[in-house]
């Protein structure tokens, strides 16, 4: 039977992003879900609800925001070394509708000494760009679990 | 008896404001309170509970931005002109702790043709800074409410 | 004899690129050459000059963005519809020393209507990250050469 | 005979102002000058040139960073601690043309431990909004003169 190889670096984000999704209530609350994790790297899911949109049936940019800033949070904090965010910069691209399937997939572009530069695409079903962010991680102290 | 002069502008603005607070699930739902509005400006306030921090006591930043955002888009719309989000730049600065009472308040930098530029700053209930947002507007069609 | 096929976008691109650089004294003042431009992308190359370096023989910041916008604004550009640049948000990474040769790339990640984002990478001669920015183009009116 | 009072951080910063205008040969190319420094504070000033040009007579965005950029960096560098620019967000208001006289102001707006951030507006001869900045420094280690 054919195997799976993951790196030990993979198996560990896999591990620390179980441990942080238990404990993030406000990515509960919007139903995002944690897809995939990789040593610097995430994918998040999310269908848009009536309760995140306004008026016109669209999505709040703060709840989009959420998804990427948790992707990214993921995507940073994938080592086991906690880290923060720094800054957040968000462009908002095409809205998202309710029912729509939103994807969200971080990855590292630069990484040296407690900081961190990462990028999210948001995407729909149909492969639409919903938003792209660009953010700034600084590494803090602690771990999110224990390493043996 | 004295009485509070108001320009027609910020009557407008107040109009529009209670309007929109009331079209905002997800404002609600975070207890994002509007405190006052006016042409091109705005002051909200939250207190930071259970439900929005992670395991540390600390605000979620998808929540703090929520409010930034919302801030902004009360502002940018107070001209009962509707404008969404094109880019938001965030940057934290201190964490939100359960329990703060936190006050955003955004303000007009620059404003020709379509475009707007806002800038918010989120300030704990000892006066430091959370959070400070720049962020730019785009003029959409339509109004929120009828003009006489 | 193989030939290299070029398409129309990217014939029209070069045509471009070749009467902006003539028209751009400041790059021409760094030694900013354009190496390579095609529909939505562009190349550039520069060395870095003890005239653009500060006491620590470090390239001026000044300097590094004026090539990643130039090279961001022959990329928008490159349509033959004159874009201009909104807004432009830089990273610097890492110092660039008197001597390097820096390489500047920049590729289009979206574009709608009168907007576009464009990303750019400046990387030294051994491929280390020296900065990246993400920029916001808006077309304005006019063509840079005559269509037949 | 009334004599200015200025703060011992103050003539600090005005020190190293001078100290680092005349080892800056980017700026002096531009004939970008001080006009004043404070601690965290900077005014500087420049004329649109023919050679800062396109072919619209319009000045070049990367002549327009160059000054923000140095007028944020003596702001950022006032304290006599040494910095550096991490990240810069620049906003294109209105075209600077050939003649128009511009002025650069900067403010601190945050500081804490190694990080700062700083505004930074360009206003032309009628007091019209050119460009404004946001930028993020970060102390590195040396000192700009020797403090007694």
Chains 1, 2, 3, 4 share one sequence.
């Not at 897809?35 to 989009?64: K, P, W």
């Amino acid at each position: 039977m054919a195997e799976t190889i993951v790196s030990a670096a993979d198996a560990l984000a896999a591990r620390v992003g179980e441990n942080m999704i238990a404990k993030s209530p406000v990515l509960q609350h919007w139903g995002i879900e944690l897809v995939a994790i990789s040593a610097g790297a995430c994918e998040m899911c999310m269908t848009i609800r009536d309760d995140m949109s306004n008026l016109h049936r669209q999505c709040h940019g703060g709840v989009l925001f959420t998804m990427a800033d948790g992707c990214f949070g993921f995507a940073s904090n994938s080592y086991n070394e906690r880290t923060v965010a720094a800054s957040c910069d968000i462009n908002f691209l095409k809205p998202a509708e309710v029912g729509d399937v939103v994807t969200a997939r971080s990855v590292e572009v630069w990484k040296r000494g407690r900081s961190g530069l990462y990028d999210v695409t948001l995407t729909n079903q149909n492969g639409d760009k919903v938003a792209i962010m660009r953010a700034h991680s600084r590494k803090t102290t602690g771990n999110h679990i224990d390493q043996v």
